[in-house]
Every structure is written in C-alpha cells, then in structure tokens.
C-alpha cells in the first residue's frame, strides 16, 4: 500500500525559509520520479517541481524556479522542497506525488499517487 506523508510546512514570515519533506512508502522510491505540486485556496492544484528517480535531474515552474531546490534521499525513500525568499502568494497546501515512471513533469496527470499535503501559511 502505497503511503506518503509530508511535513515541514507551518506559519512563516515572508523573506523566511521553509524545507518540506515527503517520506514514502509502499513502494520500490528510488525506480519512480517525485513532484511537488501545491494547492492555493479557491485555485487550481498546479505544479511546484519534480525530480527523476535517480535525482540528478530537476524541473521547476518559473514561480519557484531560482528559489527553490527539489532533491531526494533514495536511503531514506524521502524527497525534499526547499524554498527561500517566501511571499504571501506562496500559501497554499503543498502536495507530493508519485510519477508514473522514472521521469516526470508538470502535468497532475503524470503522477498517481498523493500525499495528504502540508499547510505553508506565509504571512506579509
């Protein structure tokens, strides 16, 4: 049975930092590509970033793109968003997802699994 939990999220001031972490399990972590995902009140869910399984290739929307890291530990079957320079426009619930295979992209329908999410709130 598939099983991700995340966790990290919470009240921040903007300008802060923030590290999510999304530990898995349930499955064979290191064959599949990881994405971040995050889901703002009355939005759509969109896309934050991803990681293939090896974790030697990245992909960003240009919303977090130079700001934020994606990464994973394939030993302890986690993957990881850093993000800096926080605003209020970053709140949201962020979710991590599953790829279908080792790569994956920016499309919600590239992934099959989902975490339960964890509120970032950042404040002004």
């Known amino acids: 049975q598939v099983h991700m939990r995340e966790s990290g999220g919470g009240l921040v001031q903007a300008g802060d930092s923030l590290r999510l972490s999304c530990a898995a399990s349930g499955f064979t972590f290191s064959d599949y590509a990881m994405g971040w995902f995050r889901q703002a009140p009355g939005k759509e869910r969109e896309f934050v970033a991803s990681?293939?399984?090896?974790?030697?290739?990245?992909y960003y929307a240009d919303l977090v793109k130079g700001r934020s890291t994606i990464s994973r530990d394939n030993t302890k079957n986690t993957v990881y968003f850093q993000m800096n320079r926080l605003t209020p426009e970053d709140t949201a619930v962020y979710y991590c997802?599953?790829?279908?295979?080792?790569?994956?992209?920016?499309?919600?329908?590239?992934?099959?699994?989902w975490g339960q999410g964890t509120q970032v709130t950042v404040s002004p």
């Open positions: 990681i293939n399984w090896r974790g030697d290739n990245t």
């Open positions: 997802a599953v790829g279908h295979g080792v790569f994956a992209g920016g499309s919600p329908h590239e992934y099959n699994y």
